[in-house]
């Protein structure tokens, strides 16, 4: 283990916890419900709802994308057609098992396997 | 909907599971990529235990592999993590608005490495849906179970080797497909039928974001417009005082 990636690891591994713990000595800590009202808490409890969506178009993007970027294009790649069309597979089934079950655990794993059937099947 | 959960740290350990279930072979194939470009087993634990980063730690390994500026890759890795820094207020505001009358902190020194992407989105659902009176326990519960999952992976995987999945390809799909449906069935469990708006402001902010500068500039901006969308928007209630639920 080099010195180099050891200081790369360190000062990254250090600034992410810092990301995650300064923060958490502001927007709690002692107020009382409802102190912070108005546009700041409505925008910091949406925070949450619009890291997920964005990180979900993140997950997705690389079996959107270049599916998209070849129709774009007025060609097919059998790939970028056999990526999309197995992600659209894993996407309906988290949804329907989601709807079904209620748990995030039970759909999370059938979409990853279906996605994986879908890709696998000619 | 579930009951209301304590928030005790073993509570948090089992609402970890999904998240567990999840990480752990995502984290085998970060220990196989690691493996597989040239890092040792003990890089790739160490990486592990001390960034835990998923996305970052991926690029982290293409940027260290690929001989870049030990400069360059702690500026690239620390934009991407700087998401991360929204993550504390939004979930304690959420807390808040849910009835807590003190919410303490003292403890967040412990839990705050484990405040990821996906523990943030599994806690911030169960407060939003009132699932869960939040606790430091719990979020500490949470955090240590879906850490040691992410680590044990890592260790896993780099001791598979690089070509652990080489034979199995239609696995190693499924297991990349793992992540876009946790972050789906997050959202399930947190959307409710009027925050829509919140949903189509972040993806269309993160499609602009990324398209103009890069992946993790788009989660943040799509972070930053899904609140926005939330606050400005007429119409789309706060998400949790209950003010204007129907």
Redo the contacts between chains.
């Keep these: 283990?080099s010195v180099?990636?050891?200081?790369?690891?360190?000062?990254?591994?250090v600034?992410?916890?810092l990301?995650?713990?300064?923060?958490?000595?502001?927007?709690?800590?002692?107020?009382?419900?409802?102190?912070?009202?108005g546009?700041?808490?409505?925008?910091?409890?949406?925070?949450?709802?619009?890291?997920?969506?964005?990180?979900?178009?993140?997950?997705?993007?690389p079996?959107v994308a270049p599916f998209a970027r070849e129709v774009v294009a007025g060609g097919l790649g059998r790939e970028e057609v056999r990526a999309a069309s197995?992600?659209l597979v894993?996407?309906v089934v988290?949804?329907v098992v989601?709807?079904w079950r209620?748990?995030?655990?039970s759909?999370?794993?059938?979409?990853?396997?279906a996605?994986?059937?879908a890709?696998?099947l000619p | 909907m579930e009951r209301e959960a304590t928030g005790r740290f073993g509570n948090g350990l089992l609402a970890s599971l999904p998240i567990a279930l999840a990480y752990f072979p995502v984290a085998v194939s970060f220990g196989v990529t690691a493996a597989k470009t040239g890092f040792s087993f003990a890089e790739a634990a160490f990486m592990s235990i001390v960034i835990y980063a998923g996305a970052s730690q991926f690029l982290a390994v293409a940027l260290l592999a690929g001989n870049a500026s030990p400069l360059l890759a702690v500026v690239s890795l620390l934009a991407m993590n700087a998401r991360h820094l929204l993550y504390a207020p939004a979930l304690l505001t959420l807390v808040r608005q849910t009835g807590a009358s003190v919410v303490s902190t003292r403890w967040s020194w412990f839990w705050a490495h484990g405040l990821t992407d996906e523990v943030f989105a599994s806690a911030a659902a169960r407060v939003a849906g009132r699932q869960l009176r939040w606790g430091e326990a719990w979020q500490a519960g949470i955090g240590l179970g879906a850490y040691a999952a992410w680590v044990s992976g890592t260790i896993v995987g780099a001791l598979l080797g690089g070509g652990a999945f080489e034979r199995w390809p239609a696995v190693d799909a499924a297991l990349a497909f793992l992540m876009p449906a946790l972050f789906l069935s997050l959202l399930l469990a947190m959307l409710e039928r009027r925050q829509w708006p919140v949903v189509v402001v972040a993806m269309l902010a993160f499609a602009l974001g990324s398209a103009l500068f890069s992946t993790s500039t788009g989660i943040l901006l799509g972070m930053l417009g899904g609140g926005l969308a939330g606050a400005f928007i007429p119409g789309n209630a706060d998400a949790t005082t209950g003010e204007e639920r129907p």
């Design positions: 283990m180099t990636f050891v200081l790369v690891c360190v000062t990254v591994g600034g992410t916890y990301f995650r713990y300064l923060p958490t000595h502001f927007g709690g800590r002692g107020r009382s419900n409802g102190a912070l009202a546009p700041l808490g409505k925008f910091l409890s949406s925070v949450g709802l619009g890291a997920v969506a964005a990180l979900l178009a993140a997950a997705l993007a079996y197995a992600a894993g996407v988290t949804v989601f709807r209620s748990g995030v655990a759909a999370t794993l059938a979409g990853a396997a996605y994986g059937l890709w696998w």
